[in-house]
Structure formats: structure tokens, C-alpha cells
């Protein structure tokens, strides 16, 4: 199976900073990568995702960029608010109904 | 209009029970999946289906089965439950390769 690894496992940052999380993937075959955002207590749903014919996509403070050639993707959000406090998930997919979802990443913003 | 759904909400059972666990779609998707959530948050996918194929994740014990009477049901048969198998098991669906649309989970003890 494929190999995921999200980076760093849990990140604080202060209302208004950026933060980034990095997913690193093992197969090269990986063509749609999305990020979910989970609550406490609640599902994940779908922030924002990409394909590999592109190279980075924006939806008002949330950003995504992927490299393929290094096999990584990252989620990007910018002046961050109480409300973005979450665990994030990357799960790179392949053609393949089998994903893998990394780790997660609790990011915490304090007010 | 509830996109996905499962019940029960809470199962609370017995060690060596078995329990079925189940979940529709009304988004026409043509894949539903099954994830266990553990209390360190770790998504992990347990199965996948289609009208086509069954996908097994080789690390599920076949204490656990999906069973699909239609495109829109995927539910979940759990045999001789186990302390370990306490979690969140999250139903999904989706359309090929795209958003996964996760129901509400359903937390399940073991006692």
C-alpha cells in the first residue's frame, strides 16, 4: 500500500498567521489529492483538493501546492481564525478505489 | 436532504457480540467505502465497493464484512466483537476518483 506522511503532527499558531502542512506520498501513480478538515466530534469534509496537471490551487485563505516530482503536497491557510482549529488530513489517491489518509495534523489557532 | 447516512449513531455492546452497522447515499455515487477512526484520531480505510468490485484492506480481520444489498446501501457485519474494534466507523461515498462524502459516524464501544 502507499505510504503517506503528514508533517508536523500538531501545530499552534497565533489568529492572523499562516499554516502549512506537508503530506509526502509514496506512489507515483497518486493523481488527486485532496486535504479534509475535521472538528471535534464531527466528519471530515473536503477543503480543497487538486489534480496532477496542476500545480497549485486557491480558495480564498486556503491554498494547495503540489509537486510531483517530489512527491509531496501542501495545504496552505493564510490570516488564520479560531474557527480554522481542526484536525487537517491529506489522502493521496490513485486511480485505485484504495486510498490511504495520513496521520493528521491538529492544528490549534490561538485567539 | 441527509447526502449520507448511518445508524445507529451509538452501539454500545457486549465482548463476542456480533453488530451491523448501516449506511445509504442519495448522491448517486458509485463507490461507498468504510473507515475506522481509533482514538488517536487515525483514519484508516477499511474497505471499498462498487457495483464491479470489493476492495479489502489485507490488515481487517474477516471478523468484519460489508454487505451491499443495492448502490445506495453499504453496511457494515461485525462478528465476535473485540475491546480493540471500540472506535468511529465513518461511511463514505464517491464518484470515481473524487470527494469523499463521509456520513456521521458511528462510535461504537465494546465492553
Known amino acids: 500500500g502507499e505510504n503517506v506522511e503528514q508533517h508536523p503532527s500538531t501545530l499552534s499558531v497565533q489568529e492572523g498567521d499562516s499554516a502549512v502542512i506537508k503530506c509526502t506520498y509514496s506512489?507515483?501513480?497518486?493523481?488527486?489529492f485532496p486535504w479534509y478538515k475535521q472538528e471535534l466530534g464531527k466528519r471530515p469534509q473536503l477543503i480543497i483538493d487538486?489534480?496532477?496537471?496542476?500545480g497549485e490551487k486557491k480558495d480564498q485563505r486556503i491554498a494547495v501546492t503540489l509537486n510531483k516530482t517530489a512527491k509531496h503536497f501542501s495545504l496552505h491557510i493564510t490570516e488564520t481564525q479560531p474557527e480554522d482549529s481542526a484536525v487537517y488530513f491529506c489522502?493521496?489517491?490513485?486511480?485505485?478505489?484504495?486510498?490511504?489518509f495520513g496521520g493528521g495534523t491538529r492544528l490549534m489557532v490561538k485567539p | 436532504d441527509t447526502a449520507v447516512s448511518q445508524t445507529p449513531k451509538y452501539l454500545v455492546t457486549q465482548m463476542g457480540n456480533d453488530k451491523s452497522i448501516k449506511c445509504e447515499q442519495n448522491?448517486?455515487?458509485?463507490?461507498m467505502y468504510w473507515y475506522k477512526q481509533d482514538s488517536k484520531k487515525f483514519l484508516k480505510i477499511m474497505f471499498s465497493y462498487n457495483n464491479k468490485e470489493l476492495i479489502i484492506n489485507e490488515t481487517v480481520p474477516n471478523r468484519f464484512s460489508p454487505k451491499s444489498p443495492d448502490k445506495a446501501h453499504l453496511n457494515l457485519h461485525i462478528n465476535s466483537l473485540e475491546l480493540g474494534d471500540s472506535a468511529v466507523y465513518f461511511c463514505?461515498?464517491?464518484?470515481?476518483?473524487?470527494?469523499?462524502?463521509f456520513g456521521p459516524g458511528t462510535r461504537l464501544t465494546v465492553l
Open positions: 487538486i489534480r496532477s496537471n496542476v
Open positions: 506512489d507515483s501513480a497518486s493523481n488527486y
Open positions: 463514505a461515498s464517491s464518484l470515481d476518483v473524487n470527494e469523499q462524502f
Open positions: 448522491l448517486g455515487h458509485d463507490t
Open positions: 489522502a493521496p489517491h490513485n486511480a485505485g478505489n484504495m486510498l490511504t
